[in-house]
């Protein structure tokens, strides 16, 4: 008998499952609701005209190549996306207080930083991460080889805004050192952000109690369209001059989901040890994949770095970002036109790619039995997944679920 015959199957991740059931389902009238990627109008996947051109450019020069990368990967890359993130004028850079690597996109930031949080400040570090979270989050923190995350209050579900005195009171109660992630913008899943007067008593929590932020920005520029807007809370957080670690991810908002573009940047509180955060950092990534892929982080650089196609880039930012809202509105407007018990204005208030709509469970098993619309079980909807041709047709199949 073979020594792997008797390994238990893993449950399957709660969002990609989703889509295989998706996949395989015959109905014509189906609608994807779940993937957490961008579509177009028409409901189809979208590469932005100027990761295209850039894509274009570097197959037909002569001096690209596939040589490996170090193992902190494209240092212009590393440098454009610090900038992006933290600001251009940043006081990390002043100070030098700040070392980015390449990622594999976002769950690879995450997945190096916390290994490095076990490794070098204690395997017993305490993690906190907001309750609901992206569901990832939680299975990331133990490979990682820390303790499993704990919940803090984030979400309140009677007004549908964050819970901010909860938040409060859970993380004053956490002990100093423990890591809170925080989601730098556009709140997966619920859509709730902390308004900046929120983020300031969140800080002064984070200072007060000796807790380290690990900002996960995974939406930056398609909360508000304005990749400026969307970095504020971690700005502020830099610039309160505290120990902490930033993940990033161009899948979202460069559309460069399967190439795994991200960067992790550890900023600490003073400077004089970023060789050996550095050093160990590689030392990390040499264990787990050697380098990071290449061409991703060549398209993300090469359009970071140039002014026109960066203008570009916004521009479509904007774009993306403007049909997301303007879904929210047509799925409200669909709902209250054919009078869906409740209110719905959660819809139009939420921030980012999803929405938290608040069917239970059972509602969005009928949901997907009955009319074959895909969700999570949270009842979580894509945005971008909806488009004018079927909003009215989920929202004539919300009703009948709520009713
Ligand atoms: N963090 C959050 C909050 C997310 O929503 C996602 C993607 O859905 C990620 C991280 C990671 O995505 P990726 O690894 O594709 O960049």
């Given at each position: 008998s073979s020594i792997f015959g008797t390994i238990p199957e893993a449950p399957p991740d709660a969002i990609l499952g989703l889509n295989t059931q998706y996949r395989s389902d015959p109905s014509p009238n189906k609608v994807n609701l779940g993937v957490g990627a961008y579509r177009t109008a028409d409901g189809q996947p979208y590469v932005l005209p100027v990761v295209r051109r850039v894509e274009q450019a570097l197959a037909d020069d002569p001096s690209t190549t596939h040589e490996y990368l170090p193992q902190d990967g494209l240092k212009e890359f590393c440098n454009l996306s610090a900038s992006l993130i933290l600001g251009a004028h940043s006081p990390a850079f002043a100070d030098r207080r700040s070392v980015t690597v390449q990622a594999l996109s976002g769950t690879g930031a995450l997945r190096v930083g916390f290994t490095f949080v076990a490794r070098f400040l204690s395997p017993q570090t305490a993690v906190y991460i907001p309750k609901p979270s992206w569901s990832n989050h939680k299975n990331v923190v133990v490979q990682s080889g820390l303790p499993p995350a704990k919940e803090y209050r984030y979400f309140d579900y009677g007004t549908g805004a964050v819970d901010i005195n909860g938040m409060v009171e859970d993380l004053t109660a956490a002990p100093a050192g423990s890591i809170v992630v925080l989601h730098g913008c556009a709140h997966n899943p619920t859509g709730a952000d902390p308004s900046h007067e929120q983020w300031e008593r969140v800080l002064q929590v984070v200072q007060e109690g000796g807790l380290v932020p690990f900002f996960d920005n995974a939406y930056q520029g398609f909360a508000s369209g304005s990749l400026e807007e969307d970095a504020w809370s971690v700005r502020r957080f830099v610039d309160a001059g505290i120990d902490m670690l930033v993940g990033q991810s161009y899948a979202k908002n460069m559309g460069l989901y399967g190439e795994r573009v991200g960067a992790l940047t550890v900023v600490s509180s003073e400077g004089g040890n970023n060789e050996a955060i550095l050093s160990q950092l590689k030392a990390i990534i040499r264990a787990m994949y050697s380098n990071p892929p290449k061409h991703g982080a060549m398209v993300a650089a090469a359009i970071l770095g140039h002014a026109g196609m960066f203008a570009e880039w916004e521009e479509e930012l904007r774009k993306m970002a403007d049909r997301i809202r303007d879904m929210r509105q047509k799925l409200r407007g669909a709902l209250v036109k054919n009078g869906t018990p409740g209110n719905w204005d959660h819809i139009v208030n939420q921030i980012g790619m999803f929405s938290f709509t608040g069917l239970t469970a059972a509602q969005v098993e009928l949901m997907k039995n009955k009319y074959h619309i895909y969700m999570t079980s949270n009842g979580r909807?894509?945005?971008?997944?909806?488009t004018e041709d079927t909003v009215e047709y989920v929202a004539d199949a919300m009703k009948d679920a709520v009713v």
């Open positions: 909807i894509s945005m971008a997944g909806l």
